[in-house]
Nanobody, 116 residues
Framework: QVQLVESGGGLVQPGGSLRLSCAAS????????MSWYRQAPGKEREFVAS????????NYGVFAEGRFTISRDNALNTVFLQMNSLQPEDTAIYYC?????????WGQGTQVTVSS
């Protein structure tokens, strides 16, 4: 069955960086685009970034443009999210998402807290 396991979250000071990972299993990873979403306390889940199957095409939410970079390693079945210049408003649980055959799959999320 599909499994998505996020890691790499933590506490970071404003201006700092984190690199999130999402390890995928249970499907042919290299055949599917992947996405990152986030959900802050009291807010709806929002789109962060997506990446095509080869990694040649990426899309970002407005807040992520220029600060976040999504990438993937198909040999490792892993998608990454490099986050730079983090601000307190980036505090959220970050999730990776797979859309496969009209069904969405989510990991358990990884908490990112930006605070001094």
């Amino acid at each position: 069955q599909v499994q998505l396991v996020e890691s790499g979250g933590g506490l970071v000071q404003p201006g700092g960086s984190l690199r999130l990972s999402c390890a995928a299993s249970g499907f042919t990873f290299s055949n599917y685009p992947m996405s990152w979403y986030r959900q802050a306390p009291g807010k709806e889940r929002e789109f962060v970034a997506s990446i095509s199957i080869t990694g040649s095409n990426t899309n970002y939410g407005v807040f992520a443009e220029g600060r976040f970079t999504i990438s993937r390693d198909n040999a490792l079945n892993t998608v990454f999210l490099q986050m730079n210049s983090l601000q307190p408003e980036d505090t959220a649980i970050y999730y990776c998402m797979l859309l496969k055959e009209n069904r969405d799959y989510w990991g358990q999320g990884t908490q990112v807290t930006v605070s001094s």
